[in-house]
């Protein structure tokens, strides 16, 4: 009786945490990726001007954060190759982040020729998964990315870090928190701003994601902290549900769902921009993002990759709406 008594207690605490928390969303700052990580797993190259446009396109609707390329080896990733062209042919709009991706100091030479005010480094989580996407094993990958790093601070660059594999690989199986929290706190030492944390499989589910949170935040605070999810089973917005409830204040995700990394068995794609913009509407989060514009942009690239937007909100939405405050309005639920 008097345990039942406790765990009814718990529950109602931690719901009440959940709605207090939840309540005081506010200023959540997206950061797309679709450019890099939705399309570097694409078969079709897509053109130089078409990866432009979309960035074009994603700046127009009000995003703020876009990550535009990678400086990986062509060898490896061939759709990623133009990644000079792509940043030396954008048109910066004032106020917009466009960083890149960057694997080893021979990457940042080379994007460093072309006007880069932010670069992301990216351990994995895990042994499999490192050797796959590195060649390296993890402490190797570290020491790489540190040299990346020291660098790009000398030079005066943002540094945010990636960790692949946060909750599940696809060669090691089910990752321990500690070991991700340990990562964490190496990247904040080498100069990072920020760790967006990878679900890069897409196995997580709120209860791991909460786990996951709670091993991290020994080591770092929410706002410096990024949730990265792939929507491989449909969990991308519960497990962002759950990362919003410990205060976390940047969310990635990629225009119309694109997404997976060609060394991530069946890694599927990110959690769609237009899905994370009507959710975050829905919650009275002015995230400033044109939905119209948005819907559009999302169009236009799966239009020209030939294939059906895996975004819900952008299929759900048909040409019935072109008005962006009554799409906002539906998020939200409310009536005149
Ligand atoms: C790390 C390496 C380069 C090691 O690849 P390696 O083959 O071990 O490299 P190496 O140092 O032995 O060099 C071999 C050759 O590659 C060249 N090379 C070496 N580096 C570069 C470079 N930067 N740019 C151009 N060329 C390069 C180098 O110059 C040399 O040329 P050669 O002498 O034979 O002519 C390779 O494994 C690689 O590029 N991996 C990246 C794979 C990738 O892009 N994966 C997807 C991104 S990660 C991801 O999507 C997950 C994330 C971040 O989104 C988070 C999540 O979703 O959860």
Redesign the pocket.
Known sequence: MHSLKRAIKLKVKSELRYIRTLSTVSDIRIYE?GP??GL??ESKFVPTDVKVELIHKLAAAGIKNIECA????????KQ?SDGIDVMKTIKRSPGVNYPV????????E?AMKCNIEEV?I?P?GSEGFSQK????SVEE?LK?FKEVAVQAVKDGLRVRG?????VGCPYDGPIHPKGIAKITEELFEMGCYEV??????GVGTAGSVQRLMREVLKVAKPENLAL?F?DTYGQGLSNLLAGLEFGIKTV?SSISGL??????RG?TG?LATEDLVYFLYGLGVNTNVDLVKLIEAGRYISNFLGKMTESRVNRALSDRFKNHSDIVKIAACTVN
């Open positions: 990726v890099r990580d570097q797993n990678s400086f990986v080896s062509p060898k490896w990733v990623m991706l960057i694997p080893n100091l021979k990457g940042y080379t992301a990216f994995a996407n590195l060649n390296c990958g790489r990636y960790i692949s594999c946060v967006s944390l990878g679900d890069t499989i990265h792939h990635d997404g997976g990394c060609p060394y991530a890694a990110n």
